[in-house]
Each structure stands twice: as structure tokens, then as C-alpha cells.
């Protein structure tokens, strides 16, 4: 009896111990370096569900594409082999997400939020899961600015002629020609040499994307009108996430929410600090009046935009308080 009541207090032992080291390993992955605003958004984000799941889960974080462009962790994301994703892209997999990326959509960062992660963006969102994606939240790529090698601008017009580096997406073009540019669509990836040889002669981004990618060493003026913002959804695979606990996908949920508020914060400070090394690199930074490039870009929401996305939507959109 002693024996056999020492065998099952050593097998229970044993098994508890097991059962405490059980951790759930996620893979989480983005495209941009650990320098940039997403990896301190993940960081929280891991931190966040190691703590609320008592170290029962942890995120495993690969950045700097280590994992594959975002198209493809995307489609990873899709199949369950990177159960989480931080990405700047979602019009491709869910064509409506695409109108949170109308110019002048947003009045600020904070009336971003309130849509993203509020009713209309959960709504948008949910059509991702046609693609066995799942929202947990809409992070920030930031507002885009406008840089250039010729002249600062200090006015819309100041853009006529100047051939523009866009995304390959038709409200990107249609919108740097609206402004009296010309765009000329390519990958990110080729943008620079395209600056160096002369075929472009600027581009437009995020400021905290210039200072990751360094295109303001190659481009003297940088014009800060906040055109367009970019959301950065945290995805994950759907069928991967309906398998949790309740438990479990509160946790990623809150952690999610938490990290978005953190990364927000970084950002804003990381773009201060972003402008002040563009002016000590001898960067010309001009703020002009959006009005003149919003007034350019209106005509296209009662017909192209209202056509792609419903002017329904879009005016919900913009009376979120």
C-alpha cells in the first residue's frame, strides 16, 4: 500500500510538472525592422500575453520579413502557419478594407481609432474571414507625407509634373493624379534605385517609414500633409483562433488592445524625434494647407470612391466623433 500510494503521489508529481511546462508557442509575424513602431507594438503585445496567461502562451516574434514579405505571411496566416500577422495590407483579401485608405478620411490619429477598432471597423474587418482571417486589432502605419528631389511643396500645385512612387493600387493613383502628379506605381523595394537613376523623382510615406527605409538621405523635401493614413491590422489564421479557449482568445484580444494603445503612443513620439533627424540631415520640411489637396481629391468620393465603397459608408466613416 505504501508503495503503491508513493508510486501515484511521484506519477502525480510528475505529470503536474509536465502540465505546468506546457506552453503554447505562437508564431507572430511582420515585415518592418525592430526599429520601427510594429516591434515595439508586438513586444507589448507578447509581454501582455505571457502575463495575462500566467506564461502559459507566448508569442514568438519574427521581424524584418524574417518569415517572408507580408503577401506571404499572409497567406501563411490563411492556412495556420503563422498564426499571427501584423500587416499594412487587407484590400487585396477583403476589398472593402480598402476605404480606410481614402485621402483625407481621417481628421486625426485618434478619429482613426475610434472607426478601426469600433463598430464600423469590426464590421469592414469581418469580411477578411471569407479568407480564414480573424481581426484582433487595428494597429498604425502612421499618415503619409509627400518627398521629393526637385522643390519643396508648399502648395498642391507645387506637385504638377512630378513623376510620384506609388503603391500599385488604383485610390493611390488616381489620388497622386487628382494632386496634378504623375504616378508611376512599383514595389517599395525598387522605389530607391528608381529615385537615384532620376525615373521618379519622389514618393510618398509614412515619416517613420522614411526614416526606417532612409529614402530622406536620398530626398532633400519633405512635405507633411497627411493625406492619407495607413492601418496596420493584427490578423489571425481563423481557424486557428476558433480552436481556443474562451480564456485564450480573451487574452490575445485584451493583450491586442493593450499594444495598440502602447504602439500609438511610440509612434507619435518616434515621429518627433523622425523629423528632428530629417532637419539635422538638411532635410526641407514644409507643412502646407491640406485644404488645396483636399479640394482636389473631393470630386473623386461622389464618383469613383462612392461607386467603390458606397458614399453610406463613407459618410459613417467620417461622422464617427
Known sequence: M????????????VSGVAFAQKVMVIKAAHSMPTTYHYHDGMVKFAE???KRSNGTMKIEIYPAAQLGEERVTMEQCKIGAIPI???GISDSY?????VFGLPFLFRDSDHANKVLNGPIGQEVYKDLEANNLRLLSVWENG???????KRPINKVDDLVGLKIRTPESPVWIDTIKAFGAIPTPMPF????????????????NAILHMLANKTYEIQKYIAIVNYMYGPAPLLACKTWFD???AEQQKILLESASIANTYMRSVAAKNEASALEIFKKAGNIITTPSPDSFRAKVEPLYSTTFAEKYGMDLIDRIRNVK
Open 2 to 13: 505504501k508503495r503503491t500510494l508513493s508510486f501515484v503521489l511521484v506519477l502525480c508529481f
Open 48 to 50: 501582455e500575453v505571457a
Open 85 to 87: 500577422v501584423l500587416t
Open 94 to 98: 477583403a476589398p472593402r478594407t480598402g
Open 143 to 149: 499618415f503619409r507625407q509627400i518627398s521629393n528631389s
Open 189 to 204: 523595394a525598387e522605389t530607391a534605385t528608381a529615385i537615384i537613376q532620376g525615373l521618379v523623382d519622389g514618393q510618398e
Open 243 to 245: 480552436k481556443l479557449t
